[in-house]
Each structure stands twice: as structure tokens, then as C-alpha cells.
């Protein structure tokens, strides 16, 4: 699979809420749904004009999808989706001037659980990683059988956790060794956390290390007392950053490696140590 290629400054990006990524209740392509909502609406909010122009027909068009009316189908699941953002006061219908048209707006944009313009608690996807996912996706070409509505929420999952140093703190070792950019978690707990199963996790996670999006490195341990070596908790971090210093050009001093080796010293005493899993092999074990 091709690498994607980071813009050299930060593009537009979604806003994914931490409550939609952690509750299956919004369906399994939540994500993906609130993504394309988002895409219709006004960059800056407003409460006088309805930001959301829902149409199912066009959403659907939106995510590459074929249209499909059945009970179970995708035109219907958008609609699930609004009802149930609209019951729990996330939206609310406003008149609309043409009839085939529903209009949604944004009641408050300073509710702490907002559902597109977070403020605190989030993860980002950029725009240009989601047109490079939908790509794959609409050439039949994601790897591993995975599904994009998977992979975005594993993205966003990943981009929440993933500890990220202020901009005033660089790429020092100093810096690096009090706050290293990475999360550490195990696929089962990720999975019950998404509501999806361990296997689905590490797919989606091999297709994000593959993409050149998030770096992925499983960590193991060996029994005390014996020879026995157990596969154990796997470290993430993200393969490029944006410096909030420097108008949020791609950062070249930031090297996703040294974040890993440094929260792999961090591990080794309590056991745990490094070992690469994916086609960046060139990491040394630090045993």
C-alpha cells in the first residue's frame, strides 16, 4: 500500500467528540456519519441559520455508498442516526424552505457533550487522511478486509488517547522523557471499549501503521522465573505532528521512534519491553 504523503501544513480537520467514539449506541459507523454531517456545515456557528443541510441521498453520495432503502440498508441507518442525535438534543429540525430537504441546527455550541464542535475532549482526523482512507475504500482497496467506518474510529480512538506535549514543550529528550507522545493498551481493551472484537482492532490498526498514519509496536514480556515469552500490551504513536509554534508546519524535528524507545525505557522495568511488528523493522529492541 502507497504511504501517505502529510501536507506540509495542517489542513482542515474533523472534530471526533470522545462520548460518540466510545458509545456503540451511535452505530458502528458513527464516525463516518458525523463526518459527513460535519461536511455541511458552516465553518464558523451560528444560531440564527441551520448549519446542517441533511439529505440521505446526498450523504450517502458523500461516503461513495450505493444507495440502498432497505430496512438495514445504509440510507436507513443515516436516518437511525439522525433520529437518535436529534432525540438526545445533539441537533435540532428547523424549518426548511424545500421540501425534500431537512434542516438541522446546532442548539448550543457551548454544551460540554457537543457533537461538532468539541472544544476539550476529542481526537482529530485531518481531511487529507480521511480522502486518502476513502480513496482505498472506494477502489475496493483497503487491506486486511477492513471496513473505512472501522478504521476512522479506530483512527479517532487512537488520535484521543495518544498523549500529545503542548507546543511549548519541543522535542527535547527532556521534554520527551516527562511526557512521551504515545498510548499504551492492550487490542482486547481497545475492543471492548469500541464495542468491536480484538481481531477487527489490530487489523484496522495494521492498516493505519501501513498507511504511514499511526505506528503501532507490539510490546512483550518474559515470565520471572522462566523462559517464556508473552505477547503483551501494544505502544501507539502518531507518525507525524504539527508544531503549534510554527504556524502548524509539519514538524521535522519530531520523530515518532525515539517516542517509542523512550516509553519503552520507561516500561523496562517493570518487565515490558519493545519489539517491532510492522514493515518499520529497523527499531532495536532495548533489551
Known sequence: MKQIKPEGKRQNFHVIPHFLIYNPEFGEKRILFQMALANNMMLKWNPEKPPILY????????MSFSQNYNSSG????????????KDKG????????????????????????????QKKHYGIIYNFEFLYLLRLHKTNSMPYNT????????????????????SEDFNSKKNRKKRPETYVK?????GKELGL??????????VLDEAGIIYHEQLFKTLPG????????IAFTNKYKYDGTQEYRLDSNYDYKKEIEEIKLQL????????????????????
Not at 426548511?96 to 464542535?117: A, D, G, R, W
Not at 518487565?271 to 532495548?286: P, R, V
Open 268 to 287: 523496562k522495568p517493570y518487565g515490558e519491553f519493545g519489539k517491532a511488528t510492522n514493515a518499520s523493522s529497523d527499531l532495536e529492541n532495548l533489551d
Open 90 to 117: 445533539y441537533v435540532k429540525k428547523v424549518a426548511s424552505p424545500i421540501k425534500q430537504l431537512t434542516l438541522y441546527n446546532v442548539p448550543n455550541e457551548n454544551t460540554e457533550e457537543n457533537l461538532f464542535l
Open 226 to 233: 522462566t523462559d517464556r515469552v508473552v505477547y503483551s500490551r
Open 186 to 190: 492492550t487490542y482486547d481493551d481497545i
Open 74 to 85: 445504509i440510507n436507513e441507518q443515516v436516518k437511525k442516526f439522525m433520529k437518535l442525535i
Open 147 to 166: 471496513r473505512i467506518w472501522n478504521v476512522l474510529l479506530v483512527l479517532a480512538y487512537l488520535r484521543y488517547n495518544i498523549i500529545m506535549r503542548v
Open 197 to 206: 472484537h480484538r481481531t477487527t482492532i489490530e487489523k484496522c490498526v495494521k
Open 55 to 62: 439529505n440521505t441521498n446526498l450523504l450517502v453520495r458523500q
